[in-house]
């Protein structure tokens, strides 16, 4: 296990111990012990991963925090502007889109198709990347102690494409996906399996900015179907491309995070990693 992969696991160890403890209040000695470390080594690991102590990290996923973070208007991209993303909203819109395969392509499961993939580290552990010349084609995440299906999985929609293990080819993209510094992303498309409705839903999901989130009701809005917030959930559920299409920042309207198809703790890391990033709330936080 690489360093990078064991400090993930170690934070997400402590997302678990502090979600279920957080209103005890532990202090830095209780958290670190529940990683066998001392309590400068763990501050030290968490913040490098998190960028904010992990006091302040839980403090951004509070129920009444997460509220006030959702996107309310149908329009997310008005929801954008008014809480001032704009520019990482536009980032987004610029730099990923999402390309469909043909109906063709799709009865075929890529018969003609090149497809590398790779296992990698991230700072949400090991992933599953599968790209071609077209585009991005997979990303999924992976647990040590569970068994890896993500090939046997993603064969199966493209069994008929020429699959290939190549990680010296796949490394580049994860280093960019899962980059901080989002603004410096270059232009990646995403080639996508998928139904009309469910390339809707994906392509609203690009305009949910980072450190912000929104609610199924409100992804079913912004395409014209209010009445879908059920099929808008199996929409999200049946995203092919982890984080890169970031479905975890769609939560409940209560505030609460809600599932996750690669883990609650996951996903609890993902927002609040990004949250830690925002602009403007490390803006507000400046000025306190």
């Not at 102590?53 to 008014?82: G, H, V, W």
């Not at 585009?135 to 569970?146: A, H, K, M, N, T």
Request: hydrophobic content about 40%; proline content about 5%; some cysteine.
């Amino acid at each position: 296990m690489s360093e990078q992969h064991l400090n993930y696991e170690r934070v997400a160890q402590v997302i678990d111990y502090l979600s279920k403890n957080f209103r005890k209040q532990p202090d830095l000695s209780d958290v670190a012990k529940q990683v066998h470390l001392s309590p400068e080594h763990f501050q030290r690991i968490f913040t490098e991963w998190a960028g904010v102590s992990p006091k302040k990290f839980m403090q951004y996923l509070t129920l009444d925090f997460l509220r006030d973070r959702i996107c309310e208007l149908p329009n997310l991209q008005a929801a954008a502007d008014a809480v001032g993303f704009s520019a990482q909203s536009r980032v987004y819109d610029l730099f990923v889109n999402i390309e469909g395969v043909t109906p063709g392509m799709f009865r075929e499961a890529g018969l003609g198709l090149k497809i590398k993939f790779g296992y990698h580290n991230t700072p949400f552990g090991l992933c599953f990347l599968a790209i071609s010349d077209r585009g991005i084609c997979g990303l999924g995440f992976v647990d040590e102690d569970r068994k890896r299906t993500e090939f046997e999985a993603f064969q199966q929609k493209w069994h008929f494409a020429e699959l290939e293990h190549a990680p010296d080819q796949t490394q580049p993209f994860v280093q960019q996906i899962f980059s901080p510094d989002q603004s410096q992303l270059q232009r990646l498309t995403i080639l996508a399996q998928g139904t009309n409705f469910q390339l809707k839903v994906w392509e609203a999901l690009l305009r949910i900015p980072p450190g912000a989130v929104t609610t199924y009701g409100h992804i079913a809005q912004s395409i014209g179907q209010p009445s879908a917030a059920r099929a808008v959930g199996t929409a999200i559920g049946s995203n092919p491309v982890g984080f890169l299409i970031p479905c975890h920042r769609v939560i409940q309207g209560t505030g609460k995070l809600g599932g996750y198809h690669w883990g609650e703790r996951r996903k609890t890391a993902m927002v609040g990693w990004e949250m830690a990033r925002a602009p403007e709330l490390r803006t507000s936080e400046a000025k306190a």
